[in-house]
């Protein structure tokens, strides 16, 4: 009889569970697919509608930089056409110097401005790869619910009732 038990507790507490089928979510990997390349972890988590966002927010931002780049380089060319004494294309609208140093300095923090919102994005879509893959299988079943109703307590020191909420939350 002894022996009978013993080896049906050894076969009963000696199995694994059999998670051959089943590969595990790896917030690591998704983590460094997003790195690599934006949106890749996005697409390993199953968030494929993250994808077009990421590009167009990223994308923004760089043709933000850019078109800022570009105006930076029209006032610049137009400051060492002044120094050298010629007439450049802001000569009707910009009568001074200190004008076209200002735009230039304009364009040139709205460019360095519009590289770190490319940055800050391409950093927040890292942090929302791995927040996803962390989240992959957490499980919300359909029975949470919150009851508010009516209630009365009475007050320890002299006994009268106090009129109030009661919230019973259910997971």
Not at 52 to 77: D, K, T
Not at 98 to 119: E, P, V
Request: charged content about 20%; proline content about 3%.
């Amino acid at each position: 009889m002894i022996f009978i038990l013993t080896a049906i507790s050894l076969v009963c507490f000696s199995q694994k569970a059999d998670n051959a089928g089943v590969a595990e979510h790896s917030p690591r990997r998704a983590t460094i697919y997003s790195a690599v390349l934006p949106g890749l972890g996005q697409g390993y988590n199953h968030k494929y509608w993250k994808i077009p966002v990421i590009y167009a927010g990223i994308g923004s931002f760089s043709y933000l930089a850019y078109a800022n780049q570009v105006e930076f380089n029209r006032y610049r060319n137009a400051y060492i056409i002044r120094k050298d004494g010629g007439t450049d294309e802001f000569y009707d609208y910009i009568t001074s110097e200190q004008g076209l140093i200002n735009n230039m300095d304009r364009y040139r923090k709205q460019r360095d401005l519009c590289l770190i919102g490319s940055i800050v994005f391409y950093a927040i879509q890292i942090v929302d790869a791995n927040v996803d893959a962390n989240l992959f299988d957490f499980d919300i079943s359909d029975d949470l619910s919150l009851k508010l109703s009516p209630g009365s307590i009475n007050q320890a020191y002299n006994g009268t009732p106090v009129l109030g909420v009661g919230c019973v939350i259910k997971f």
